[in-house]
């Protein structure tokens, strides 16, 4: 019977255990983690998520702050603001809620973020520096997975990681780290993408497979091997008539069908998601220290 991987539980353990150092931190006379979040625009699934890191900001004891803007902020506003914050000694994280409106460029604004306060792993240089294997903020998610897989003690080591995705917040980062040298990682890495030929024949062979692509119940039974590991990342709402909302999370993997060949599973809702959020704050507490570019060792 397959193990769930359980990032809820995970990320409480996470999330716990960050609020007992601010404990401390705070116990030391010492800085406050601040992670500041800007939020462009009233679309309502951005402001879920910018709400909820927020508030888990707020459970683990750090400080704050959501930057608000019209979605008529020009780009130069925006890159002002930018550069206020990275100019503010007082927040040591910052965050943009994607997507921004068309007429800002994404790059343009993570490009300008500090690296120091990247903690969403997004500047080139943080990219860069996880690509070297050297001390980075790494992307919330990826990083999220790599603490699932430690914390549930999964081999990684020698074996056929396969990843179906390419995006460059979770797919990319995530086969760069899988195939990094030291835990986890030291995978063999295949990368899959919408042009991938035959994709089954490669997820068939994977002993660890994660999957990224945004359709729900793509990855079938048959397209994978007995014992395999899952990692499912996507998250999409489908109807579902029996719920209040009138809609349930389904993953990029079909569950019922999957879990009986696996040997641990993540499941949707309660597997990567929390430990997004997790990653965040842990990220933002690095910040805080300095850890990352310190060259204090990183976990
Ligand atoms: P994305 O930017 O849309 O990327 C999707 C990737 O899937 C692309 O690389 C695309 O290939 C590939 N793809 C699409 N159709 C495919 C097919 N038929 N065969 C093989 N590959 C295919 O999505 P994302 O941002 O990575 O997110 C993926 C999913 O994860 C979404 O459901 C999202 O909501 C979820 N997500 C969850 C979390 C979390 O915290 N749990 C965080 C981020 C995202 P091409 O590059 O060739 O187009």
Redesign the pocket.
């Known amino acids: 019977m397959a193990t769930i991987l359980d990032g809820k539980k995970t990320a409480e353990e996470i999330k716990g255990e960050i609020e007992e150092q601010v404990k401390q931190i705070k116990a030391q006379g010492g800085k406050v983690p601040h992670l500041a979040a800007i939020l462009v625009g009233n679309d309502g699934a951005s402001e879920t998520y910018v709400n909820n890191k927020v508030r888990a900001c707020e459970k683990v004891g750090f400080e704050s702050s959501l930057l608000r803007f019209d979605e008529n902020i020009s780009e130069e506003e925006l890159l002002t603001v930018v550069e206020e914050v990275n100019a503010n000694d007082d927040i040591d994280g910052l965050i943009v809620q994607l997507p921004l409106p068309q007429h800002i460029s994404v790059e343009k604004v993570t490009d300008r973020i500090r690296p120091e306060k990247d903690v969403d792993g997004f500047h080139p240089e943080n990219v860069g520096r996880m690509a070297k294997n050297l001390p980075a903020y790494i992307a919330a998610?990826p990083y999220g997975i790599l603490q699932l897989l430690k914390r549930y003690q999964i081999e990684t080591k020698g074996k056929h990681c396969v990843v179906?995705?390419?995006?460059h917040?979770?797919?990319s980062p995530m086969s760069i780290l899988m195939a990094g040298s030291g835990y986890p990682g030291d995978a063999t890495v295949t990368l899959?993408?919408?042009?991938?030929e035959n994709?089954e024949e490669f997820t068939k062979r994977a002993d660890i497979l994660i999957v990224?692509?945004?359709?729900p119940g793509f990855v079938t039974a048959d397209m994978v091997k007995e014992g395999v590991i899952i990692i499912d990342?996507?998250?999409?709402r489908v109807e579902d008539a029996s719920k209040k909302s009138g809609y349930r999370l389904k993953g990029?993997v079909d569950y019922e069908q999957v879990y009986p060949k696996s040997s641990f599973i993540t499941p949707v809702p309660g597997g990567?998601?929390p430990m997004?959020i997790a990653s965040l704050l842990w990220n933002t507490l690095l910040a805080a220290q300095d850890a990352v570019y310190s060259g204090i060792e990183v976990e």
């Open positions: 998610t179906v995705g390419r995006s917040i979770v797919g899959c993408h919408r042009y991938t994709l990224a692509v945004g359709i990342v996507g998250i999409t990029d990567v998601g997004t």
